[in-house]
């Protein structure tokens, strides 16, 4: 594939002698949003781990702008940023110093208000990551993952957890640093998720990926070996109903 930031081939982990990645390969174009969908214990999260330099490769080889994940992945982490599901910042460091001490162990120097005005959250500078929402937990894990300007972004299950106005918040956000240029690879098991955010997305399955796609011809090849359901269309929905009364209050 022409201009692939991201090269997996053949890619293969176990655990306790259970295979739970079973040889899958793909490539990410340069610039794209890619995202990786499956159920629960599908592997996701292994397989962005080992892309990260976070797990150790048991057989194939991962590439990330033309370098060797194994051989080299001190230089792989100076250009990747990560938003996991779970980040820890230290408590009682205010925002903008959390930022400053993420940029200064890549070597960077950054504006961390500025930085925090991009995600939304200049008017918390001075607070504690333990008072902000979850929203705003993630958009400030996505502040820290960008300090060193990376080539690639990765995050996993980015919105698991949030209310619907917060999870769009984060749509918005993930959009941007797309327009900026960055590639995107994520993981996520909401399907609205990756039709609204991504260019192209792997289905994974039992360790394996069973479809390799953009969304609009995933789901045209569903309709042509004839699938149809039932369906009643409405003009809005509970969740519409729910950010309509609720504002900008929930979630913020």
């Given amino acids: 594939m022409a201009d692939s930031i991201v090269k997996v081939d053949d890619l293969h ?3 306790s002698g259970r295979e739970v990645v079973k040889g899958i390969s793909f490539e990410v174009k340069r610039g794209e949003t890619f995202g990786i969908l499956g159920p629960n214990g599908a592997g996701k999260t292994t397989t962005l781990e080992m892309i990260e330099t976070l797990r150790p ?3 194939g080889t991962v590439t990330v702008s033309g370098v060797n994940v194994s051989k080299d ?8 940023g990560v938003q996991t599901q779970s980040t820890a910042f230290m408590d009682k460091v205010r925002l903008t110093e959390l930022l400053e001490q993420q940029a200064a162990a890549y070597g960077e120097r950054i504006d961390p208000l500025e930085l925090l005005k991009e995600v939304n959250l200049e008017e918390k500078s001075t607070s504690y990551i333990e008072n902000l929402s979850g929203g705003q937990k993630q958009r400030f894990s996505i502040a820290a993952a960008l300090v060193h300007k990376p080539k690639v972004f990765f995050l996993d299950e980015p919105t698991t957890g949030l209310d619907p106005q917060a999870r769009r918040r984060l749509w918005d956000l993930i959009k941007s640093v797309k327009r900026q240029g960055m590639t995107v690879i994520l993981t996520t098991h909401y399907m609205e998720e990756a039709e609204e955010l991504c260019q192209r997305v792997a ?3 039992e360790g394996q990926i069973v479809a390799l796609d953009t969304p609009e011809k995933l789901i045209r ?3 042509k070996r004839g699938f149809k359901k039932e369906r009643k269309v409405e003009q809005a929905n509970l969740e519409d109903v729910f950010l309509d009364l609720t504002g900008k209050v929930l979630g913020t």
């Fill in 221 to 223: 090849q569903l309709l």
């Fill in 203 to 205: 289905i994974m399955d």
């Fill in 13 to 15: 982990k176990s655990y």
């Fill in 57 to 59: 490769i048991d057989k």
């Fill in 73 to 80: 992945p001190q230089k792989v982490k100076y250009m990747i």
